[in-house]
């Protein structure tokens, strides 16, 4: 019996994809997964788009997610979300940061940032929208975005065994840590508070 599970983390440069991915990656091999992932950055030293795969199981003959693949996609800006979703399966979620990061063309007026992400994201899948910055910033640090969005995901999958916080302080700077344990925690409970949307909600 297959049980790969398999995670997309989608973002844009500088929103912390990578290491939220890797902390992902560290835990699921920690706790004895066999686990392979992959990364794409489209220019993302420039704000362009940056995506992780990550699968976990008994036995994963690829990291590769193909459309229609992935258990829960993780986006960490609203066009993203929409971009990947046809990567998530039919009874898959999305977790979505309730952000919106302006692509150039739309910048220059030669395009539009539809107001409409999160209703349509709502009417086609199960989706949980975080207000990752917002919590952020309450923390003193909107750069652990980052890592409450990955407390999200944790609880979303179940993961809340694994010893984040300890990973969390083997990975990041020591005077960020104990910022970094907020975070996480704020991202899990932010999955306890909240329902699963589904269009019947819209």
Known sequence: MNDTKSI???????????LASKLLTLGLLEAGYDVKMSE????????????SQVRYGTDVQS????????????????????????????EGQVVVCDTAIESMPMKVGKAIYSKEIIQELKSRIKT????????????????????????ALVRSMGLESIDWNQLIADQVKPKFVALNH????????????????????V
């Open 182 to 201: 907020q975070a996480i925690q704020i991202g899990m409970d932010q999955v306890s508070k909240k329902e699963l949307s589904h269009s019947t909600a």
């Open 63 to 90: 990291p590769v997610i193909e459309k229609g693949g992935a258990d829960i996609l993780v986006a960490f800006e609203r066009m993203e979300a929409l971009r990947w979703l046809d990567h998530v399966k039919p």
């Open 128 to 151: 949980r929208v975080i207000p990752a910055v917002e919590l952020a910033k309450e923390l003193g640090n909107e750069r652990v975005m980052n890592v409450i969005l990955l407390g």
């Open 8 to 18: 997309l983390l989608v973002g844009v440069g500088g929103q912390g994809t990578i």
């Open 40 to 51: 794409i950055h489209g220019m993302s030293q420039r704000g362009g788009s940056v995506s």
